[in-house]
């Protein structure tokens, strides 16, 4: 079941052999959080269906989709907001269903969300440790947790002079990595990154993408979700693409090219329908058509792309 | 966890409960209230049996004024005694009082009784009601021109004439530097007073106006205080309010001021202080009879046709109330009547 | 791409250079109270001058007196704005508590005590009432506020009347319990000839209460959180609907404390005062720093915006002003109050 597929384009690539399932963060041999078959329905609409991934400790697996992808579903259900209506989700090797998002930080599955659960006006030290405050008795340890707040960023890599600045003066990508440093510190097994590069510009990427290693190098498993294949082909060592709720397919990282992955992602049967029609039109859009063509040419994809293993 | 909070709840509440009901108070309450209604009866007088009527009284109270729960008891009192439904309403905007009347004349009631502090904004509407057939009698305020407004009759006490003769007192008694405080602005008979009193004191003494908040207690008190700190030469504070001259003790205490307290209109707690000296006398225009009559000369005029005073005002006061008779009103003012 | 088997190596630690030092007085600048203060020296100079009674003592221990009225009840108000959100009925609560007290003891003739706790209980209910529906509904508390605002406006009238037949509540000064409740919330002492009420002692310790719980407890911090960001302090698992209507009982307990000081020195309560209050706390938390937004404020601002109400409110007094003008110049004060605090704020921002 964890068997990833081959590449669907069997031109440039001979099928592999089966990858190596994710590693264990406890050493009983299963991985920190897995779904099998799992699926999501909302009364008669099919939110997700037949999704089926994992991710291990040491191990960062991509969920790849364009807007309506079922995307934040997939979070939802990890995360510990809904429950799936098939399918089993496993943590540890043991099937859970949780109630609430506490429940699901309790064992460790922390989420990350693109509006960063971060407060904008309180200081950085506040908002690391919002909700796990250090306590002296009534009081709070108010130096304790300005020093640790400082070395924790310190450790992943931030240096900041002043941790009372309040946190919205931080860059976007900044505020990211505190709020995934606060993950990591407070014991967080499993990371969901919920598109924490959407709104960052290509050097605050860089940055984000330089955490989400070091969270992976620090020992816990991260399921980065976005819709940029050129941030997760780096960091990824699975990759899930989703589009209308199923599953486009499910590779390990030697098992697929970055632009295969772009070319997945951009849709490469859409594509090759539009140009045709474009050239159809004539004119502009003739001329269009034909560029467009010669691009899905150069990106792989054939005429008739399958989502189903090609075997070749 | 949560079990025992709910234990912790249903403990507090019993506890509560218990404390409720065994903490009785011996003395003062509504069982002393009660006792000194001689068991519970306010004045009344049975019940006739001429036809029923409906009358509104609309008054120009403003929230929490005291004066006018006794007007309201007369009121009261003498439309059980006719047989009456007595609609009270009241407000200080004299717009929205005129309003009310409106809304009396359109219910098609059987008598009107109503104040005028303003005869400008409240002239107009009355005598719409006098055209409709409605007979209108008037009270308190309005005491210039009640005859033009298309009144019948009118209950009162010449707020001008009342004023002076206080200021008379006032000079008598050797007061220089008078101080009166107003509970709200632009009220006729509230300016005619202080006119009064000014005219009263003559070339004997000044008068100076002071502006309070009449809906706001604390207000009250920490403006009549800062100007007893600010001014002191005040060697006289007359208020136009029972309930006002209670905060004048208070405020002359926490200013340190020794002017001594007169006041206009009585009640119950300020009779207890004329007894025992903290404030020197105070007018009553018996706003219980006003109120009273109001009601009782419609229920006259419309089971009989009669009318009081022939076209002049029945004077309810001047009348000063000061230490040597207070006994004689302290008992009726001890069940909210005088 | 493929990870190694060695450590980690930490990538260099990286100095944020756009963060330059902030003077010591830039620092100062920078508090929300710093305009409160700013604004109160002002005021406090500006009556020095022109008004010679403002100077004394005693005249200070009356100003300080108004400040307290208004200050016992601005506490708990910025506390809640600085959790995001308004309470529009905080003016009459103050006299539903008072009137509770003193018809229900009035009426059943207990102690004195009786009604304070009674009273207490249904100031707490008012306040659980207010968080509640908000936290259920979702709708704006100015909105829900708003509505208890006129119910309780309505029931204050039309119960002292059903029960008294009057607009004022009844004379309990002869209830057993009276004088000794008097003694505890309405007291006063005098130091060095300078008469002083307990309400302004009372006024100081909550402040210090409220700003210790929101700079140095976990609660404190959770009510930033709220206010700044609700979704965010949620997502970490801060019980957001709980700290909000904890916030507005915090409010219904105050209303009772004011109500209580109210009721035991004036004895009788007017059933329709304290409308139009609720704005002077709401100003009085705005003037010290609290933003109407919420996640930003202290409660040491609102004791400063009330001591300026105080000021201004006696000042125009002792100033001998026209009275008729009073409402007048306690606007513009206030607007100048208003004004100087973000002056002071955005030049803080752009300090050095």
């Known amino acids: 079941m964890s068997t990833p597929q081959p590449t669907p384009t069997g031109k440039h690539h001979a099928p592999e052999p089966a990858a190596a399932p994710a590693r264990a963060g406890n050493g009983t041999g299963a991985p920190l959080v897995r779904l099998v078959n799992a699926g999501k329905r909302y009364g008669a609409v099919i939110a997700l269906q037949d999704i089926t991934m994992e991710v291990g400790a040491r191990e960062v697996t991509c969920v790849l989709g364009d807007n309506g992808a079922g995307k934040s579903t997939l979070i939802k259900i990890i995360a510990g907001l809904?429950?799936?209506?098939?399918?089993v989700y496993e943590v540890e090797g043991t099937p859970v269903s949780f109630s609430s998002p506490r429940e699901a930080l309790d064992h460790g599955i922390a989420t990350v969300y693109q509006d960063l659960a971060v407060v904008p006006l309180m200081p950085v030290w506040r908002n690391f440790f919002l909700g796990n405050e250090l306590r002296k008795g009534f009081r709070i340890d108010i130096p304790a947790m300005k020093k640790m707040c400082k070395d924790e960023l310190l450790a992943m890599g931030i240096d900041l002079r002043d941790v009372d600045q309040p946190i919205g003066t931080l860059s976007g990508g900044e505020r990211q990595c505190v709020a995934i440093s606060r993950a990591v510190h407070f014991g967080a097994k499993v990371l969901i990154l919920d598109e924490p590069t959407a709104a960052l510009g290509v050097k605050q990427s860089g940055v984000v993408l330089k955490y989400i290693i070091q969270a992976r190098e620090r020992g816990l498993g991260v399921i980065f979700i976005t819709h940029n294949p050129h941030h997760a082909y780096p960091v990824g060592d699975r990759f899930l693409l989703l589009n209308r709720g199923?599953?486009?397919g499910y590779f390990e990282k030697s098992?697929?090219?970055?632009?295969?992955?772009?070319?997945?992602?951009?849709?490469?049967?859409?594509?090759?329908?539009?140009?045709?029609?474009?050239?159809?039109?004539?004119?502009?859009?003739?001329?269009?058509?034909?560029?467009?063509?010669?691009?899905?040419?150069?990106?792989g994809i054939s005429d008739h792309p399958t989502t189903e293993s090609d075997n070749r | 966890m949560i079990r025992s909070k709910k234990r912790i709840m249903g403990a507090a509440v019993l506890m509560a409960v218990l404390l409720v009901l065994a903490a009785c108070s011996a003395t003062g309450g509504r069982k002393a209230f009660l006792a000194a209604q001689n068991g519970g009866q306010s004045v009344a007088a049975g019940h006739a049996n001429t036809a029923h009527y409906t009358v509104a009284m609309i008054t120009h109270a403003s929230p929490g004024d005291t004066f006018w729960d006794i007007i309201r008891a007369g009121a009261t009192a003498a439309a059980a005694k006719d047989n009456i439904t007595l609609k009270y309403s009241s407000d200080p905007d004299p717009t929205k009082q005129a309003q009310l009347i409106d809304d009396a004349i359109n219910s098609h009631v059987n008598g009107i009784a109503v104040t005028d502090p303003n005869p400008t904004a409240l002239c107009p509407t009355i005598k719409k009601a006098t055209a409709a057939g409605i007979p209108v009698t008037m009270f308190n305020a309005g005491y210039t021109n009640w005859q033009q407004c298309g009144g019948l009759e009118y209950f009162g006490q010449d707020e001008q004439v009342a004023g002076v003769a206080a200021?008379?007192?006032?000079?008598?008694?050797?007061?220089?530097?008078?101080?009166?405080?107003?509970?709200?602005?632009?009220?006729?008979q509230l300016e005619a007073r202080c006119a009064g009193v000014k005219q009263g004191l003559g070339s004997e003494g000044t008068m100076s106006k002071l502006y309070v908040n009449g809906t706001d207690n604390a207000a009250v008190l920490s403006t009549m205080s800062a100007e007893l700190t600010r001014n002191k030469n005040i060697d006289a504070v007359i208020t136009l309010g029972a309930q006002f001259a209670l905060i004048a003790i208070q405020a002359e205490a926490q200013s340190h001021a020794t002017a001594k307290l007169y006041t206009f209109d009585t009640s119950a707690a300020e009779i207890a202080k004329i007894k025992s000296g903290q404030i020197q006398w105070a007018i009553d225009q018996q706003p219980y009879l006003q109120g009273y009559e109001a009601v009782d000369a419609l229920w006259l005029f419309l089971t009989n046709g009669n009318t009081l005073g022939g076209g002049a005002t029945v004077f309810t006061g001047p009348a000063?109330?000061?230490?040597?008779?207070?006994?004689?009103?302290?008992?009726?003012?001890?069940?909210g009547t005088r | 791409m493929a990870t190694t088997a060695e450590a980690p190596v930490a990538p260099p630690p990286r100095t944020d250079e756009r963060v330059g030092r902030k003077s010591p007085l830039a620092r100062f600048l920078a508090r929300p109270e710093a305009g409160a203060i700013a604004g109160a020296i002002v005021i406090y100079v500006?009556?020095?001058?022109?008004?010679?009674?403002?100077?004394?003592?005693?005249?200070?221990?009356?100003?300080?007196?108004?400040?307290?009225?208004?200050?016992?009840?601005?506490?708990p108000v910025a506390l809640l704005m600085i959790g995001g959100e308004f309470d529009l009925s905080a003016g009459v609560s103050v006299t539903s508590a008072a009137l509770c007290g003193s018809l229900f003891s009035w009426w059943f003739t207990t102690n004195a005590w009786v009604g304070v706790l009674v009273a207490l209980g249904f100031a707490l209910l008012i306040g659980f009432v207010n968080g509640w529906i908000v936290v259920k509904t979702g709708i704006p508390s100015f909105l829900v506020t708003l509505g208890t605002f006129f119910m309780l406006q309505g029931i204050n009238i039309a119960l002292t009347q059903t029960i008294t037949n009057q607009v004022a509540s009844p004379d309990i000064s002869t209830l057993q319990g009276f004088s000794s409740a008097r003694v505890v919330f309405s007291g006063s002492f005098t130091i060095g000839g300078v008469n002083i009420r307990t309400s302004v002692i009372y006024w100081l310790v909550f402040v210090v209460i409220a700003t210790w719980i929101l700079m140095r407890t976990r609660i404190g911090n959770w009510i930033f959180a709220v206010g700044g960001h609700a979704p965010s302090a949620r997502a970490v698992g801060v019980p957001v609907g709980r700290m909000k209507i904890g916030l507005f009982m915090a409010v219904g307990f105050m209303a009772w404390f004011t109500g209580m000081h109210t009721l035991f020195l004036f004895n009788t309560i007017q059933s329709s005062q304290g409308v139009g209050n609720e704005f002077v706390y709401i100003i009085a938390a705005v003037v010290g720093g609290c933003l109407l937004t919420g996640g930003y404020g202290s409660a040491i601002g609102a004791?400063?915006?009330?001591?300026?109400f105080g000021m201004v409110n006696q000042g125009i007094v002792y100033a001998g002003w026209n009275p008729d003008w009073f409402q007048f110049f306690v606007g513009l004060l206030l607007l100048g109050a208003i004004l100087l605090n973000t002056y002071i704020r955005r030049r803080a921002e752009a300090a050095i």
Do not use: W
């Open chain 2, 320 to 335: 000063f109330v000061d230490s040597s008779n207070v006994d004689a009103v302290a008992k009726y003012a001890q069940r």
């Open chain 1, 255 to 299: 098992q697929i090219t970055r632009e295969e992955l772009t070319g997945l992602m951009a849709g490469g049967a859409e594509l090759e329908q539009l140009s045709h029609e474009l050239e159809g039109e004539g004119g502009t859009a003739a001329e269009i058509g034909r560029v467009m063509e010669e691009e899905v040419a150069e990106l």
């Open chain 3, 46 to 75: 500006f009556f020095f001058i022109i008004a010679p009674p403002f100077r004394n003592a005693s005249s200070f221990s009356s100003v300080l007196y108004v400040t307290s009225t208004y200050g016992l009840m601005a506490t």
């Open chain 1, 82 to 87: 809904h429950q799936p209506s098939s399918g």
């Open chain 2, 167 to 188: 200021g008379k007192k006032l000079a008598a008694a050797g007061k220089k530097n008078v101080l009166c405080v107003l509970q709200a602005q632009g009220q006729a």
């Open chain 3, 303 to 308: 004791a400063i915006g009330a001591l300026i």
């Open chain 1, 246 to 248: 199923s599953s486009l």
